[in-house]
C-alpha cells in the first residue's frame, strides 16, 4: 500500500493498493508523481494527488526485474537482473 498524508494535520489524503507487492523505494518523478520500485522488481508511476497508478512496469521473468531506479527528464533509467532498462514517462 501507499498513502498520502496532510503534514500538518496528519490527516489521511489517500491509500492505494498498487497490487505489486512491498515498496522498496520511492523516487520522485516532477511535482506531482512518484515512482516505486518493489521487492520483485515492478516499477509503479503514481499521481500524488490522487493515488492513482498511471502505468505500471509487470516483468515476466527473473529478467525483467528491476531494482536501481534513475529519472532524467522524461525517461527512467532501471538497472536490473537482465541489464539496463529503458522508459518514457507517460
Known amino acids: 500500500y501507499l498513502a498520502a498524508h496532510d503534514l500538518t494535520s496528519g490527516r489521511r489524503l489517500w491509500s492505494k493498493n498498487t497490487t ?9 518523478v516532477r511535482a506531482d508523481r512518484v515512482l516505486t520500485t518493489h521487492l520483485g522488481g515492478q516499477l509503479t508511476l503514481v499521481d500524488l494527488a490522487t493515488g492513482s497508478v498511471r502505468w505500471q ?34
Open 20 to 28: 505489486m507487492g512491498a515498496v522498496v523505494e520511492i523516487v520522485p
Open 57 to 90: 512496469h509487470k516483468p515476466r521473468s527473473e529478467g525483467e526485474r528491476v531494482y536501481a531506479v534513475n529519472v532524467v527528464a522524461d525517461t527512467v533509467f532501471a538497472a536490473g537482473v537482465g541489464g539496463v532498462w529503458a522508459f518514457r514517462l507517460p
